[in-house]
């Protein structure tokens, strides 16, 4: 599985942006998916899974009730879709995959990674 991330930026705060990650892999259907972020100084964090099926998600609560992760397994495409925006919301994102669980995604056991995309939020 290969992970291609797009769609950082630069954003005023309360704003939105959409994060994607397109994999090549022919197993995508079957591996959660996920998004991680590491800001400067700062340990690679977890943000947000969903599993394989789609039906189970799990966010840090940090970005709860403001970042929605979605996958369209058709287009073997994994979104973060965030809203309003917060500059501690600056960061590298990066986009994962397990062949195990989204639990075990959201614990940091990752099979794939993806490249990062940079997101900037001013103030």
């Known amino acids: 599985v290969q992970l291609q991330a797009s769609g950082g930026g630069l954003v005023q705060a309360g704003g939105s942006l959409r994060l994607s990650c397109a994999s090549s892999?022919?197993?995508?259907?079957?591996?959660?998916t996920g998004w991680f972020r590491q800001a400067p100084g700062k340990e690679r964090e977890f943000v947000a899974a969903?599993?394989?099926?789609?039906?189970?998600?799990y966010y840090a609560d940090s970005v709860k009730g403001r970042f929605t992760i979605a996958r369209d397994n058709a287009k073997n495409t994994v979104y973060l879709q965030m809203s309003s925006l917060k500059p501690e919301d600056t960061a590298v994102y990066y986009c994962?995959?397990?062949?195990?669980?989204?639990?075990?995604?959201?614990?940091?056991?990752?099979?794939?990674w993806g490249q990062g995309t940079q997101v900037t939020v001013s103030s």
């Open positions: 994962a995959a397990s062949g195990v669980s989204s639990s075990t995604l959201r614990a940091g056991v990752v099979d794939y």
């Open positions: 892999g022919r197993t995508f259907g079957t591996h959660a």
């Open positions: 969903r599993s394989s099926g789609g039906g189970i998600t």
